[in-house]
């Protein structure tokens, strides 16, 4: 039995007693599978992520910016890295305020359209195909790092705390990094297995499991857009408060702040969870 709900932005999560793909893993249990780490990221990242997901982060981009803004306490011609910047949504806007902005990302794709929007807005970024794991910049060059809507933690953890060390080494002192992830705590009890977005007849569809032992979230991803059916697996790391605290302060960090949008202290509410690192 099948059962659909409107969330805010416009997805489906489908409840659904059907087992869907799912696999019977060694212990009998039926499990996603595993994912190697890292995954094939140009299979999530491209034009279909942007088809899907632009006109939902569209929604709440100028609610994002404000938010980082304070947060982070910006201020005009603060020198600023967005980390995984997408297709600049965060990046060209702050630059619009302002900031002088570097925008780093491993996709193509992204980086033409952000360059694009860049261009029509009139600012100046400048946009870096890069990897976060090995910036491409000299020690202390930024006065703010940025790491927006689940952009840290698609690596096995020796990688993933590379990029903190990377973020930690390019920032100035007294520089500040931001990582806004799901909470994980809050995320638990309304998981849903499986998502539908859809947009003008086109789906794509999310069956996601979570492993406690590993704090991985796994999804496999079925695209069907114009008549062809896409198929493809990707994992990231969740972490408790706690745990991305003690990863950043053995990183060299001074002290941690975890916090939700409004900046108030995180709870098992908060839908979101803000860590800022003071260097
Ligand atoms: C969930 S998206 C978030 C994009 C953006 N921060 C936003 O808020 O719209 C994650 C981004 O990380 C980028 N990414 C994935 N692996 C990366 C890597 N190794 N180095 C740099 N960027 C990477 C992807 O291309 C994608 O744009």
């Given at each position: 039995m099948t059962r659909t709900l409107p969330n805010r932005w416009g997805h489906l999560y489908v409840k659904s007693r059907?087992?869907?793909?799912l696999r019977r893993g060694p212990t009998g249990r039926r499990t996603l599978g595993s994912v190697s780490?890292?995954?094939?990221f140009d299979e999530v990242f491209d034009e279909d992520y942007l088809f899907f997901y632009e006109p939902l982060l569209a929604d709440v981009t100028e609610t994002d910016v404000d938010t980082i803004w304070r947060l982070l306490r910006l201020e005009p011609d603060m020198a600023i890295l967005d980390l995984g910047?997408?297709?600049g949504r965060i990046a060209n806007r702050l630059a619009e305020r302002g900031a002088r902005v570097t925008g780093l990302d491993a996709t193509a794709v992204f980086l033409d359209r952000a360059r694009r929007d860049a261009a029509s807005r009139g600012v100046d970024v400048d946009y870096v195909k890069g990897d976060m794991r090995r910036l491409p910049w000299t020690d202390e060059r930024f006065d703010r790092v940025l790491s927006w809507f689940?952009?840290?933690?698609?690596?096995?953890d020796q990688d993933n705390r590379r990029v903190l060390q990377e973020a930690h080494r390019v920032l100035r002192p007294a520089g500040r990094l931001l990582i806004e992830n799901n909470n994980l705590v809050e995320l638990l009890p309304r998981w849903q297995p499986a998502l539908v977005t859809e947009r003008d007849g086109h789906f794509a569809i999310d069956r996601s499991c979570f492993d406690p032992t590993t704090g991985r979230a796994t999804t496999e991803r079925v695209i069907i857009r114009d008549g062809r059916t896409r198929r493809f697996v990707f994992s990231v790391q969740m972490f408790v408060a706690a745990e991305l605290r003690n990863w950043l302060l053995d990183t060299g960090f001074t002290s941690v702040n975890l916090i939700d949008p409004n900046g108030d202290p995180l709870t098992v509410r908060s839908r979101r969870m803000i860590s800022i690192a003071y260097r």
């Open positions: 059907s087992t869907f793909g780490v890292p995954f094939d910047c997408g297709h689940t952009s840290f933690g698609y690596f096995d």
